[in-house]
T-cell receptor, first 112, second 114 residues
Framework: EAGVTQFPSHSVIEKGQTVTLRCDPI?????LYWYRRVMGKEIKFLLHFVKESKQDESGMPNNRFLAERTGGTYSTLKVQPAELEDSGVYFC??????????FGPGTRLTVT | AQSVTQPDIHITVSEGASLELRCNYSYGATPYLFWYVQSPGQGLQLLLK??????LVQGIKGFEAEFKRSQSSFNLRKPSVHWSDAAEYFC????????????FGDGTTLTVKP
């Protein structure tokens, strides 16, 4: 069974540009989560999808971040425009029930 | 507010020595508790988890953790560390009522000396 996949693995963009991160959850998992780790600090929750609906988006830092989950399958996280403080590692996780969260390898975003 | 604390930012141990990584949590009720490991260039791998029941849980790679309600702790242990254990370790907690978000500690980086 394939795990959670994320694309790209690394993205380098300039301040003010737009970047879109993609997450493909494990097939059949209704729950999908985005987290990020900025500047070596703790991993922080961004938002939680149940199928295509946003269950909890309390961790989204501001309106420059837009997350979508098309048809309850893969998800994208767009940052527009990117700022220097957005640099970090963005993790996606998926799970089928309340016990599980399987994490992807992360996307390292560098904003210069 | 819910929080997870890992007091040690960096720990160095000799290969073959025992290891204990500390984790304390602050939640309204006992949460689900997890330990993850992240090796360089890799994603987060689940080492073990505690939901209820036996307070000593066994995980992969020879790790174990003990839940202590009185101390709000969930410390990770390994009796004999291998060089391949060098990585960053994260303690995390989730409410035990729904499939919601996890709260993570800052992480502890483990260095293993030969």
């Amino acid at each position: 069974e394939a795990g959670v996949t994320q694309f790209p693995s690394h993205s380098v963009i300039e301040k003010g540009q737009t970047v879109t991160l993609r997450c493909d959850p494990i097939s059949g998992h209704d729950n999908l989560y985005w987290y990020r780790r900025v500047m070596g600090k703790e991993i922080k929750f961004l938002l939680h999808f149940v199928k295509e609906s946003k269950q909890d988006e309390s961790g989204m830092p501001n309106n420059r971040f837009l997350a979508e989950r098309t048809g309850g399958t893969y998800s994208t996280l767009k940052v527009q425009p990117a700022e220097l403080e957005d640099s970090g590692v963005y993790f996606c996780a998926s799970g089928q029930n309340s016990y599980e969260q399987y994490f992807g390898p992360g996307t390292r975003l560098t904003v210069t | 507010a819910q929080s997870v604390t890992q007091p040690d930012i960096h720990i160095t141990v000799s290969e073959g020595a025992s290891l204990e990584l500390r984790c304390n949590y602050s939640y309204g009720a006992t949460p689900y508790l997890f330990w993850y490991v992240q090796s360089p260039g890799q994603g987060l791998q689940l080492l073990l988890k505690y939901f209820s029941g036996d307070t000593l849980v066994q995980g992969i790679k020879g790790f174990e953790a003990e839940f202590k309600r009185s101390q709000s702790s969930f410390n990770l242990r390994k009796p004999s560390v291998h060089w391949s254990d060098a990585a960053e370790y994260f303690c995390a907690a989730r409410r035990n009522t729904n499939a919601g978000k996890s709260t993570f500690g800052d992480g502890t980086t483990l260095t293993v000396k030969p």
